[in-house]
């Protein structure tokens, strides 16, 4: 088996296995005696330590690079959250009594929004054109959390143009998300990390004003 995949695989085993094992205790946080929020929290938590630390052990600077670069731009996106809450009117969270950014968005979607861009961006990296398939697997990812989170009672949007219980208009901007931050990746990958902070920042700043020109065109 060639070393590119073995990483692959390595990622998609655990991913895999973490899934298998928070999508049914998400369902059914009673099974645990956990409230959802904090379930969430420790899940989120959980994916963000192990992540870097099974990349450490298999010595795959990549991986953990990769990490690294999209640790702060997850941390930044919930403030586009909160913008939609707070200003916008056009999102809800569900008190699950988790604590809240600004009252707002809960604290465990700093490390969420990692837990869709990483495998991403991961996999789209080692594809042939890989702008094309972050944007393709991003609307496909996000369309499935957007339909699965009210169901879960993760959020709902709300005042909005919807199709079958969420919203239409953040698909094309999750979708340009997911390109942008392969493209940013791409462009950082080998300079310092304080550029790649500013790097991850910029694609944050620019979702949410995608986000913003989205809900006046098609919300």
Same mark, same amino acid.
């Given at each position: 088996?060639?070393?590119?995949?073995?990483?692959?695989?390595?990622?998609?085993?655990?991913?895999?296995?973490?899934?298998?094992?928070?999508?049914?205790?998400?369902?059914?946080?009673?099974?645990?005696?956990?409230?959802?929020?904090?379930?969430?929290?420790?899940? $989120?938590? #959980? %994916?963000? $330590?192990?992540?870097?630390?099974?990349?450490?052990? +298999?010595?795959?600077?990549?991986?953990?690079?990769?990490?690294?670069?999209?640790?702060?731009?997850?941390?930044?996106?919930?403030?586009?959250?909160?913008?939609?809450?707070?200003?916008?009117? /056009?999102?809800?969270?569900?008190?699950?009594?988790?604590? +809240?950014?600004?009252?707002?968005?809960?604290? %465990?979607?700093? #490390?969420?929004?990692?837990?869709?861009?990483?495998?991403?961006?991961?996999?789209?990296?080692? /594809?042939?054109?890989?702008?094309?398939?972050?944007?393709?697997?991003?609307?496909?990812?996000? /369309?499935?959390?957007?339909?699965?989170?009210?169901?879960?009672?993760?959020?709902?949007?709300?005042?909005?143009?919807?199709?079958?219980?969420?919203?239409?208009?953040?698909?094309?901007?999750?979708?340009?998300?997911?390109?942008?931050?392969?493209?940013?990746?791409?462009?950082? +990958?080998? +300079?310092?990390?304080?550029?790649?902070?500013?790097?991850?920042?910029?694609?944050?700043?620019?979702?949410?004003?995608?986000?913003?020109?989205?809900?006046?065109?098609?919300?």
């Amino acid at each position: 088996m060639s070393r590119l995949a073995s990483r692959n695989r390595a990622a998609i085993i655990f991913h895999l296995v973490f899934f298998a094992i928070a999508i049914p205790l998400a369902l059914k946080p009673s099974l645990v005696s956990l409230s959802l929020g904090d379930l969430l929290l420790y899940l $989120v938590a #959980g %994916y963000v $330590v192990a992540l870097p630390l099974i990349g450490l052990l +298999r010595k795959n600077r990549e991986w953990v690079a990769l990490w690294w670069f999209l640790l702060p731009l997850s941390m930044a996106l919930p403030c586009a959250d909160w913008m939609l809450v707070q200003k916008m009117g /056009t999102l809800h969270f569900p008190d699950h009594g988790a604590p +809240r950014l600004g009252g707002a968005v809960p604290i %465990y979607f700093l #490390g969420m929004w990692l837990m869709l861009l990483w495998p991403l961006c991961w996999i789209s990296s080692h /594809t042939r054109f890989p702008l094309l398939s972050a944007a393709i697997m991003a609307l496909i990812a996000f /369309t499935v959390w957007e339909w699965a989170a009210r169901p879960m009672g993760l959020w709902h949007a709300q005042d909005v143009r919807q199709f079958h219980g969420f919203a239409l208009y953040p698909l094309i901007p999750e979708m340009l998300l997911g390109a942008g931050a392969m493209w940013m990746w791409q462009i950082q +990958r080998n +300079r310092p990390w304080l550029s790649q902070l500013a790097g991850a920042l910029s694609v944050a700043v620019f979702y949410a004003g995608a986000l913003s020109l989205s809900l006046l065109w098609i919300g």
